[in-house]
T-cell receptor
Framework: DAKTTQPPSMDCAEGRAANLPCNHS???????VYWYRQIHSQGPQYIIH???NNETNEMASLIITEDRKSSTLILPHATLRDTAVYYC?????????????FGQGTRLTINP | DTGVSQNPRHKITKRGQNVTFRCDPI?????LYWYRQTLGQGPEFLTY????????KSRLLSDRFSAERPKGSFSTLEIQRTEQGDSAMYLC?????????FGSGTQLSVL
């Protein structure tokens, strides 16, 4: 699995958009970009994933650059409940890779 | 609630004792994963089942750790002769399509 690089921490004001960057310059053509988050004392929670097109769901939007070497997770209107550690992972788990490999993620703090 | 249940939520044990954790995945999920997480770190992969077959085990995993998934349903993770370094959160996840659903974990404290 390709490695990812994320900032260790970020702050965002409540109600503003939170933009979390992720670099994955060694991503392979069949690897997807996954985002999970982990709120304190809970297991990680799936947010979104994509291959090369931008994706949006009820939780967030995922913007992947054309060369696929980086991506941004966007939480459009952050709330205090979005305070969590956010993990960016690249994997071809859909097509047969056995596992997701987590890094240390970005600790996002939403401030009132 | 993701539908993945882990028991117990907390376990305190003395060094040298054996402990066993249980994971009940979402019923139709054929893949089951165990991860371990220590404070300030991301979850670390331990092992993976597809149905009842254990397909991968981390090379970092001590022989004191063993996992089973009889009949491809629930899974157990046993740690023999626990050490203080085994203190961690043990997470279970299940999957059908590649999206992992995690339980709330079992917090192990080895005294």
């Amino acid at each position: 699995d390709a490695k990812t690089t994320q900032p260790p921490s970020m702050d965002c004001a409540e109600g503003r958009a939170a933009n979390l960057p992720c670099n994955h310059s060694t991503i392979s053509g069949n690897e997807y970009v996954y985002w999970y988050r982990q709120i304190h004392s809970q297991g990680p929670q799936y947010i979104i994933h994509g291959l090369k097109n931008n994706e949006t769901n009820e939780m967030a939007s995922l913007i992947i650059t054309e060369d696929r070497k980086s991506s941004t997770l966007i939480l459009p209107h952050a709330t205090l409940r979005d305070t969590a550690v956010y993990y960016c992972i690249v994997s071809n788990i859909i097509q047969g890779a056995q596992k997701l490999v987590f890094g240390q993620g970005t600790r996002l703090t939403i401030n009132p | 609630d993701t539908g993945v249940s882990q028991n117990p939520r907390h376990k305190i044990t003395k060094r040298g004792q054996n402990v066993t954790f249980r994971c009940d995945p979402i019923s139709e999920h054929n893949r089951l994963y165990w991860y371990r997480q220590t404070l300030g770190q991301g979850p670390e992969f331990l092992t993976y089942f597809q149905n009842e077959a254990q397909l991968e085990k981390s090379r970092l995993l001590s022989d004191r750790f063993s996992a089973e998934r009889p009949k491809g349903s629930f899974s157990t993770l046993e740690i023999q002769r626990t050490e203080q370094g085994d203190s961690a959160m043990y997470l279970c996840a299940s999957s059908l399509t590649g999206k992992l659903f995690f339980g709330s974990g079992t917090q192990l404290s080895v005294l």
